[in-house]
Nanobody
Framework: VQLQASGGGLVQPGGSLRLSCAAS????????LAWFRQAPGKEREFVAR????????VYDSSVKGRFTISRDSAKNTVDLQMNSLKPEDAAVYYC??????????????????WGQGTQVTVSS
């Protein structure tokens, strides 16, 4: 599995960004795709995840209602639409994949595949 994240940048508080993760694999039928983020000096934290086959989503409470994770099966991409951004959302954002069937997890170490990360800066 290969993952390539893109779309980060500088945005003012209250603004929006859309991150995209291009994913390649033989089959994503058993996969969960997720976004994590890591701010300087902090641990990597869960943001959102989506089950590839069903589209079922889970969000961290800090982003629920502001962020939307989605997948495009035709393009093999997983996007993260981020609205109403706050300074505390600033971090390096990573997309990740967990290939274990039926596992429901938000723990970074359960995800065996990672993209390279994309920087999101929220500042006026």
């Amino acid at each position: 599995v290969q993952l390539q994240a893109s779309g980060g940048g500088l945005v003012q508080p209250g603004g929006s960004l859309r991150l995209s993760c291009a994913a390649s694999a033989r089959s994503f039928s058993t996969y969960t795709l997720a976004w994590f983020r890591q701010a300087p000096g902090k641990e990597r934290e869960f943001v959102a995840r989506i089950i590839w086959t069903t589209g079922y989503t889970v969000y961290d409470s800090s982003v629920k209602g502001r962020f939307t994770i989605s997948r495009d099966s035709a393009k093999n991409t997983v996007d993260l639409q981020m609205n109403s951004l706050k300074p505390e959302d600033a971090a390096v954002y990573y997309c990740a994949a967990d290939g274990t069937p039926m596992r429901v997890t938000t723990r970074p170490y359960d995800y065996g595949y990672w993209g390279q990360g994309t920087q999101v800066t929220v500042s006026s």
